[in-house]
């Protein structure tokens, strides 16, 4: 599948936030990835931002293992939770060196480190999760490569002021030499996840 027609999907089916229409709420879950792509095919896309710790991370200092490249907002209590587990359950049950997860965070009122803790915490995330956070407009620049809408509203509630951010929930698996292998639009399976490095590793 092209590039384009990934992103025209992404934005039709998968832009979801806290108030996502129910139809699309209901959308069956894929047991297969979205789009696929030949070894060496399809460069993945550099980036260098921070972990939860931190620390310094990018693609080229995974360079060697596998890589799943998520987009999460850290603040979200409705799919993204559900999105982590299932890429968490992929990883666990991966043979040999297991992948790396790294959550790109689409939403910067989240990136506390102890918001992001709380999460990890709270997700039953795997030990290979790491946070990948940074400043608006270097988050932008990742979301932007990556095909990643991401769209912010507030609105006020009971004379609460509430923002919403609204976004693309796609995930991208990553050989070890730094070429996207698979993409995955939510809402998927872990299986769909599962097969794809199967079919990576083999």
Sequence with gaps: MALAAVAAVS???VLRGTNAPAAQTQMPASSTAAATWAAGKQRAPEFELRDEHGTPIS???LRGRM???TFIDPLCRDFCPIEAQRLSDAVRGATGEKPTIVAVSVNTAGNRADILRVDERKWNVVPQWRWAVGSEAALTRVWHAYHIAVIATTKTVAGVRVRNVAHTEASYL???K???RAL????????AVTKALRATTS
């Design 11 to 13: 934005l039709a089916f």
């Design 59 to 61: 693609l080229t200092s």
């Design 184 to 191: 995955f639009l939510w809402p998927y399976t872990s299986d």
């Design 174 to 176: 990553i050989d070890g």
């Design 67 to 69: 890589v799943l490249v």
């Design 178 to 180: 730094g070429y996207e």
